[in-house]
């Protein structure tokens, strides 16, 4: 059996998550890391100190200061592409494709603290963002149709009450409102997306990937959050193999508030 093992992983600054990510390579030795966040344009991102990791090829759709995603990959990544969303070129979501499958690594607007589109422009503009990318899945399901496809990122909803400590208490706070769920879920409809994290961690198990810097006792209160998903078309299913929530990394100096999200999948040989 060939084995393609990919992370997603909101750094939250690559340049500052080097030594993690150093760790990461070293450790669990994906073929493919998914980054987000990397707060980074092209001319100071750390090209050379990641082609050192043993990551050759790289995908990057950066910007100065804030957002930006990036693909390493052992292996050569073909029809790479910058996707924008609601007509911000704001570096969000890049793909490539990687040994037959297309890999989408997004990162979704977090939108604020007030949960109200028309109070707050961040959250408005995180709703139309889900909206617009399910629209376009929807509308070319046929044309994708066949297609190995997955989705990773950093999405910043918890969809589920399951993906969150505290389901009643967090009703109203931006991540996990109906409204969030309700957008995130078309999206994931629109290609008949598999959670590969949940089919490895049913629910109703609580699987956090995100506790907040702001709480200093996380590991004993444990109040986290599932912001960090992994989606495959169906046409995947049977070849997820496992899944790693790599929480160690949260405890580790100068972590990022997000940890690693790890699946290994079986390639037809």
């Not at 009703?171 to 994290?197: C, K, M, W, Y």
Request: proline share 6%; charged share 25%.
């Amino acid at each position: 059996m060939v084995e393609l093992s990919i992370v997603s992983w909101n750094v939250n600054s690559v340049r500052i998550r080097m030594e993690l990510l150093k760790e990461l390579a070293a450790k669990y030795q994906p073929d493919v890391i998914c980054l987000q966040e990397v707060k980074a344009k092209e001319i100071d991102f750390p090209f050379n100190d990641i082609k050192m990791l043993g990551y050759e090829h790289i995908a990057l759709y950066g910007m100065a200061g804030y957002n930006g995603v990036a693909i390493l990959s052992k292996f050569p990544l073909e029809n790479i592409e910058r996707k924008d969303w609601v007509g911000k070129h704001d570096a969000r979501h890049i793909k490539a494709v990687v040994k037959g499958i297309e890999i989408n690594d997004i990162y979704i607007p977090a939108g604020g603290d007030i949960p109200d589109p028309i109070e707050n422009l961040s959250f408005a503009h995180k709703l139309c963002f889900m909206d617009d990318m399910a629209e376009y899945y929807e509308q070319h399901k046929t044309s994708f149709s066949g297609q190995k496809i997955l989705f990773c990122g950093d999405f910043n909803v918890a969809p589920s009450e399951n993906d969150v400590w505290n389901h009643k208490q967090m009703l109203g706070i931006v991540s996990h409102t109906p409204i969030e769920v309700q957008r995130l879920t078309r999206l994931f409809n629109s290609l008949d997306f598999i959670d590969a994290v949940r089919q490895i961690y049913p629910e109703p198990e609580k699987i956090f990937s995100w506790w907040s810097y702001r709480n200093p006792n996380w590991q004993t209160n444990n109040k986290g959050r599932r912001l960090d998903h992994i989606w495959v078309t169906p046409n995947m299913q049977n070849m997820i193999k496992d899944v790693k929530i790599l929480r160690e990394f949260r405890t580790l100096e100068r972590p990022s508030d997000h940890v690693p999200v790890l699946v290994k999948l079986a390639l037809p040989e």
